[in-house]
DNA sequence: GCTTGATATGTAACCGGTTACACATTAAGA
DNA sequence: TCTTAATGTGTAACCGGTTACATATCAAGC
């Protein structure tokens, strides 16, 4: 690899010249500029950014904090994520911290000494390590940290309430639920939404943590113990696949016989039999926007900590009864 | 962020004492140890990172250069690197190049100007760029790049007999196979593997890439132009999910008109309705092995390039039936 | 007592950029 | 013509580590 000094002579002028053209700073004749973009393209140089990250104690890295890639919500938002940074020169460092504070410590001094310019947390920390003593800048994404974090969130009260009076206006009666891990704020939005608009048709409620294996126990004993009902809402499409199987295994038709809903719209829903309906948030501009957001942030454009609400939607595919309206 | 400088001044000895008991080399007197140890302590000091790759060039960075991290199979794998690497004291910069050419290029030059130490590829690049002139240790994942590179694959052949062999034993007679994209080459193992042993009792077969609704289209297809089959092998686990979607839509009762085996053994398969049979790969294992290979090249403890080809293993979930063997 | 090797420690160069500062030249304005 | 500001360029300090090298002390061996 080429280093300035080599391009300098090469081109007859100062490592300072370089640096000038390469910056678009200071002043250069059009002499010197030619001189040196012309040694630049001949030994194919690209400037060293561990060494100019060193001076200039920024990165263009950013690091991305989520509890686990392999969840499938968090690929698409990684994808947002990384291709908003990419587009302006910045690359992501991937972090799974599975929700344990000591690997989340870890990675955090890891990606501090690193020099990261910027953090997106997609994990919750009601545990609270230090990002506040962190002094970096960085935005929650699908989850609320704190006043004083900017977050990037959907509108999960909206999406609950969305989903009861669909099922509702669809003509089922007797409503069921499973929520998701109670420490999840945004996740238990969903849920009081739901609850507000179902009222008392709402005839059973059990709970569950996003792995499909769990979700399954706790639609196992939704049926067990509350059959019959008429219309299901899962805090997520994981949640929701795993109904949809256990009513298959108990012969119950879907959607004739049970309506389910979903929360989150991932590919997912569109692969199971039959496809889901769901509430989807918009995953990738969720992404987009919190990078964007962080990437302000990081350039100081902006210091005014906000939140911002993105509006869900209901995708009707083919697990609930297309009602004429 | 404390500095080498600060301690040095805390526990009244030079930055190179400092530098000797953190690295442990050189001679420390016991005293001065402590004295720097205590130091290191008050000012919760770590090393920056920035600054050592520049004098060390190397980061312990490495680059994870992937076609999309929103394909279902690479998330797993994703884990496994990031995960080993983590163990190691190493950080995993995500790369998603959709397989352009143009974004793999931005993307080698970016991470060689970071000095990342090692690349891990999992895309293709028939469409060669320059790997080779990178002088970069690099292992090869899931893919076959060219001999002198290494590279972590599993056994897509016996993986396409196995599926063949396993619904011929289970009494099919005539099978059905949707194959990947042509142009990887561990895709067209099991294609071949699958034919090999299918003999004469295949009577169609379609194309189609991993995305689903290319998958439906070529589902639809092959009921649509070689109905009547009782076996269908898909060369994905997304594909094989199409298919058992349009089966259900027409009607055709799996698997007891018609058995279905995917390939790859995603957690996908586990949610369907019902739950895919299929072939599966050791995807963390494979991630696994990548990483180490690739840490022992970073640390020389290793050159002879390897090819390391993992066996696969049929996990009958419900698609296929179960025949007392 | 003198030589020698092991132990211990500090100084300064180095990694490859950026930039403050000094200095020189030129053009514009009075 | 003289002053002044704009333009152009190089030298060297700096970012925060690592390490070669110089130097010093001390104990062992003769």
Redesign the interface.
């Known amino acids: ?1 080429a280093t300035i000094k080599q391009v300098a002579k090469q081109a007859n002028v100062s490592v300072a010249t370089v640096s000038r053209v390469m910056n678009k700073s200071g002043y250069v004749s059009e002499d010197a500029r030619e001189a040196v973009e012309r040694a630049i393209a001949e030994l194919n140089y ?6 100019r ?2 001076y200039k104690k920024s ?1 263009n ?1 950013i690091g ?1 904090i989520m509890p ?3 969840n ?1 919500f ?3 938002l ?2 947002a994520i ?2 908003v940074a ?1 587009q302006h020169g910045y ?6 911290t599975d929700e344990q504070l000591e ?1 989340e410590q ?2 955090l ?7 990261v310019d910027g953090l997106i947390i997609t994990t919750n920390h009601s545990h609270n390590p230090n990002y506040e003593t962190l002094n970096l800048p960085m935005v929650a994404l699908d989850r609320i940290v704190k006043a004083g974090i900017d977050a990037v969130i959907s509108d999960g009260y909206e999406g609950g309430k969305l989903a009861a009076e669909t099922l509702l206006a669809n003509g089922a009666t007797r409503l069921a639920h499973i929520a998701g891990p109670e420490h999840l704020k945004t996740v238990k939005r969903r849920t009081e939404g739901f609850m507000e608009a179902a009222g008392e048709h709402l005839v059973g409620m059990t709970q569950s943590t996003f792995t ?2 769990e979700a399954l126990t706790a639609s196992q004993e939704l049926f067990d113990h509350h059959w019959p009902f008429d219309g299901v809402f899962a805090a997520n499409d ?1 949640i929701a ?2 109904v ?2 256990e009513a ?2 108990r012969n119950i038709r879907v959607p004739e016989e049970l309506q389910v809903i979903g929360y989150d719209g991932i ?2 829903g ?6 889901l309906t769901t509430i989807v948030q918009p995953i990738y501009e969720m992404g987009r926007l919190a990078t964007e957001r962080l990437l302000d942030l990081i350039e100081k454009k902006d210091t005014q900590a906000k939140e911002m609400l993105l509006p869900v939607s209901l995708l009707e595919r083919q697990t609930t009864k297309r009602k004429e309206r």
Do not use: G
């Open positions: 690899m690209s400037p060293n950014r561990v060494a990250s060193l990165s890295l991305l686990d890639i392999t499938p968090f690929p698409q990684a994808r990384e291709d990419n690359q992501v460092v991937l972090c799974n690997k870890t990675y001094v890891a990606l501090q000494t690193m020099h499909f294996k994981v696949a795993a949809l199987q298959v295994r590919e997912l569109e692969m199971t039999s039959p496809p």
